[in-house]
């Protein structure tokens, strides 16, 4: 097999989630366990850091990731979904799956998969698991794909789990209020194993402290722990004094990335490196500042209020649902821009009018639709927007919409290119 051969079976033989929305979720750990069993139990072969959440979970696990490997330990990352290239989701110290290693796994397994019949998850995360286990990585941040209960990477026994925000997103798969929700995050939450909260949600607080007491789990809400304060912010990243129960630890603590909301993850982020320093990690202090201030150069995390350009300012972010869209909002009007160009699309199976009664009515939009089968249909979601008092124009494909934008932004404007993780994949530049 070719590399784009071994793709195209994989995409056309797998449900995959990303493209056909919820038809590919498997609500059963059965067939990542059968994989798992075949391949001699890989996930039990590294220690591991699990991450779930509804916003800042990979953005969380690529500053863990970043700052273990500044501290001298071979690291694995799996995340999800990719943005340009299938092999960014499983990376050893930063570097992306080689290319021959997925040819041979699905070349060996390829019987395997007929029998088990997996979803494109499920084999995924079979192979980062066996691909972590034969690099003898020291440690792996495992990011979770949806939910936690019933996805494919809680098969893990992992040395803390940390849980981020929890909004609102997928309530078709897990539940239409912010506790069931919460519960489902909460059930990567392990017997014994420390577990991190990054933000206190008043309304769903009892539903972790429920499960970690279930599982004599020790509970952290980083919040109560650690305070971040932002110092300086400028469009290529952030500094921030960090406070552990009250005493300045950290100050003038360096980021790379540049969204506003990495305050909210970044609590949990050390709040969970202290614990694993409790566990025997050797993580020093420079470790964390090296791996926080270079954590995009050292993971390749793209697509995270990232600048493309300047003369207009084109920025694009992958958040995509009512929290995610809200901090973008806060950020740019933060930049008090003379106007918005925003390019948007959206996925066919959430509700899109809920954001789009969000966006400000001022913006100059550019409606469009990734090139995937679970993308909302263009023209469709311009009806919806022309509801809501958007202006706007469709377009067929995400390059038009963001080419018409660049044509008619002024220098001194803005352009935004988000609504969809798919949207912001199909940027060229990126």
């Known amino acids: 097999m070719t590399y784009q051969e071994c793709l195209d079976y994989l995409y056309q033989q797998l449900p995959m989630f990303q493209r056909i929305g919820n038809v590919a979720f498997k609500k059963s750990l059965d067939n990542i366990l ?6 001699g139990q890989p996930q039990h072969r590294f220690k591991s850091v699990h991450v779930a959440g509804t916003n800042g979970k990979g953005s969380s696990s690529h500053m863990l990731a970043s700052v273990l490997q500044s501290a001298g330990y071979k690291t694995g990352l799996y995340t999800s979904p990719h943005l340009k290239s299938f092999t960014e989701r499983v990376r050893v110290n930063g570097a992306e799956l080689p290319q021959d290693y997925l040819i041979r796994f699905v070349e060996q397994n390829k019987d395997l998969f007929e029998e088990v019949k997996p979803s494109f998850f499920e084999m995924t995360v079979a192979l980062a698991f066996r691909y972590f286990a034969d ?6 941040v495992i990011e979770v794909g949806l939910g936690g209960r019933l996805d494919s990477t809680n098969i893990i026994t992992p040395e803390l789990s940390l849980i981020t925000n929890i909004g609102f997103d997928h309530q078709a798969l897990l539940g239409d209020t912010l506790p069931e929700i919460a519960g ?7 017997p014994h194993i420390p577990a991190v909260v990054s933000t206190k949600q008043a309304d769903i607080v009892q539903v972790f402290e429920q499960k970690a007491a ?10 109560d722990h650690i305070a971040v304060q932002v110092m300086e912010q400028n469009m290529e990243g952030q500094v921030y004094d960090v406070f552990s129960d009250g005493k300045l630890w950290l100050p003038s603590l360096q980021s790379d990335l540049a969204g506003i909301y990495q305050q909210y993850n970044l609590p949990g982020v050390l709040q969970s490196l202290l614990l694993l320093r409790d566990r025997g990690f050797a993580i020093p202090d420079e470790a964390i500042r090296q791996g926080i201030a270079h954590a995009k150069a050292i993971t390749g995390l793209k697509g ?19 929290d995610g869209i809200k901090q973008i909002l806060t950020q740019l009007t933060a930049l008090q821009p003379q106007h918005v160009h925003l390019v948007f699309g959206a996925v066919n199976d959430k509700d899109v009018t809920i954001i789009l009664q969000l966006l400000p009515k001022d913006y100059t939009y550019y409606f469009c639709q990734a090139q995937i089968p679970r993308a909302l249909p263009v023209a469709e979601l311009k009806e919806k927007a022309d509801q809501v008092g958007l202006q706007g124009t469709a377009y067929a494909t995400v390059s038009e919409a963001i080419a018409a934008a660049r044509r008619n932004a002024k220098p001194d404007e803005v352009i935004f290119i988000g609504g969809s993780t798919f949207v912001v994949a199909e940027i060229d530049e990126l």
Request: hydrophobic fraction near 45%.
């Open 214 to 223: 279930a599982e004599e789990a020790p509970l952290y809400f980083a919040t």
């Open 304 to 322: 995270r209020w990232q600048v493309l350009g300047y003369n207009p300012l084109t920025i694009c972010d992958t958040g995509h649902n009512v």
């Open 184 to 190: 489902e995050k909460a059930g990567i939450i392990k």
């Open 135 to 140: 690099e003898q990585v020291d440690v792996a």
């Open 34 to 39: 059968a994989l798992c069993d075949a391949l």
